[in-house]
């Protein structure tokens, strides 16, 4: 058992990783008081800002540098093209073009928008497809996933609490790792932005449960503390 747990940690610790955000200079900072999130990753440019209408606009460079994209600025600064979606109503911002979160979070087809009484805007992008597939469990919250692209039951699964993500999850059949079968090049977090992992549970479930009723190890990375996590009701 203590070999299988051990080839667990190590299947997970390959199949994880961190996408940060990319070509932000140290000189750089967030607007006052805004604070704007993709899956938990800040979006930093000091060009970010709320408008008088209440709408909060964002650097486009600023968030296609996390999805590791490109966008083309027209002539006149009019329209922004980014993820093969046409932005219109841009607003330039100390000489670079801001966009409103909205119309960035379609053109990523993003699953939720939200935000909260700090000023905190909360952009949830899995990657496309991904829906929410139970209702809150305690101390995990939602489970979303892509049924349709043949994940279930192997994963990702994506924990999500409060339009907020708090988790990936991978579950592996026991028989799997004793019959020394591989499950390679599994869907993760690829070409979304990810939190750096806090902690890793590794659960065995000797009678499966709804959804993978034969006996395997649910494995979760959490991008939440355990504290954090606990309260989840």
């Not at 806090?198 to 993978?212: L, M, N, P, S, Y």
């Amino acid at each position: 058992m203590k070999k299988i747990m051990l080839l667990a940690v190590s299947l997970f610790i390959l199949m994880c990783g961190s996408v940060s955000a990319h070509g932000i200079t140290a000189s750089e900072k967030k607007s006052d008081g805004l604070t704007i999130k993709v899956n938990g990753v800040e979006v930093i440019s000091s060009a970010n800002h709320v408008t008088t209408d209440g709408k909060t606009y964002v650097s486009v460079r600023a968030f296609a540098d996390l999805f590791d994209r490109t966008y083309t600025l027209t002539k006149g600064n009019k329209d922004v093209f980014f993820s093969g979606t046409k932005i219109s109503n841009i607003r330039m911002k100390q000489d670079e073009p801001t966009a409103w979160i909205r119309d960035l979070a379609n053109a990523v087809h993003a699953q939720q928008v939200s935000w909260d009484s700090k000023q905190e805007v909360y952009v949830l992008a899995l990657p496309e497809g991904t829906i929410k597939i139970s209702g809150s469990v305690p101390a995990m919250g939602e489970h979303w996933s892509n049924p349709q692209a043949g994940d279930l039951p192997t994963g990702p699964i994506f924990g999500v609490h409060d339009g907020k993500l708090v988790f990936l999850e991978y579950m592996v059949a026991q028989d799997d790792f004793i019959k020394g079968v591989n499950h390679t090049n599994i869907a993760g977090m690829k070409g979304v932005p990810s939190p750096p992992v806090v902690q890793v549970d590794i659960e065995f479930q000797k009678d499966g449960h709804e959804g993978f009723e034969v006996p395997h190890f649910d494995i979760h990375a959490y991008f939440i503390t355990d504290e954090e996590q606990q309260k989840i009701k």
